[in-house]
């Protein structure tokens, strides 16, 4: 399994490249944002792995463009920013996890088992979910309502996976914490309200059945009512 890390420290470098190889990965190297992101272009990897402050371009900005691109390949980003405006904005440039620094290496390859884990899962089930006037497809990773095609993040994809797949069922903030992002839900923050209002949003904004609905100290659920 090849991954690319994208950090501008030799220590960091050299402790997360060895760790990752000492468990059966394969790992390219950029110093840079701007050698990362032609890298990233120019070959196949399941995770790419970003520092945020790099030389170059920064690991927002190239999360951003990597995601513009249209390659959906998992990304973690890493940095000493950790606060909840600061994971929301690397979030929302379209990366699937988010590490603050300094992390334990265990932790690191928790996060990169479940992220390469679920890029696996998805592109391997081939098939199309439906919920009223929604369709997604598995495969090419596309959302559609009434035949419109709807834009999301990786990350917003995943949430309404899973919404569909248990619609009408309540999903709590610590299930979607635990289940989607394969994260420990912090009480602290309010991130995944953000990203819930972010996909009801492009959802349901601009049509007049509303399918995202909020049960009040309880979580989310999809239906129609």
């Known amino acids: 399994m090849k991954l690319l890390l994208i950090e501008d420290e030799p220590k960091t470098v050299q402790s997360i490249k060895q760790g990752l190889e000492e468990n059966g990965y394969e790992v390219d190297i950029a110093y840079d944002g701007l050698i990362g992101k032609q890298l990233a272009r120019n070959n196949s990897y399941q ?23 249209g390659d959906d390949t998992p990304i ?8 909840t405006d600061d994971k929301v904005t690397g979030l929302d440039a379209g990366a699937d996890d988010y ?5 334990e290496f265990k932790e690191l ?33 596309t959302v559609h309502r009434s035949g419109n095609k709807i834009n999301l993040t990786a990350r917003e994809f995943n949430l309404l996976v899973y919404l569909i797949r248990n619609q009408g069922r309540v999903i709590s903030k610590v299930e979607i914490a ?21 996909l009801r949003k492009k959802i349901d904004k601009d049509y007049p059945v509303k399918l995202i609905h ?12």
């Open 76 to 83: 973690l980003m890493l940095t000493a920013l950790g606060t």
């Open 214 to 225: 909020t049960q009040f100290g309880m979580g989310y659920v999809l239906k129609i009512e």
């Open 47 to 69: 995770l790419i792995i970003s520092d945020i402050i790099i030389p170059g371009i920064n690991g927002i900005e190239l999360c951003r463009e990597i995601r513009l691109a």
């Open 99 to 103: 590490l603050v620094k300094p992390f």
């Open 109 to 141: 390859l928790a996060r990169v088992r479940a992220l390469t884990k679920r890029g696996s899962n998805v592109s391997q089930t081939g098939q199309i979910l439906k919920f009223a006037d929604l369709e997604v497809s598995m495969d090419a990773k």
């Open 178 to 198: 635990e289940q989607v992002w394969d994260i420990g839900f912090d009480t602290g923050t309010n991130v995944i309200e953000v990203y819930v209002n972010y």
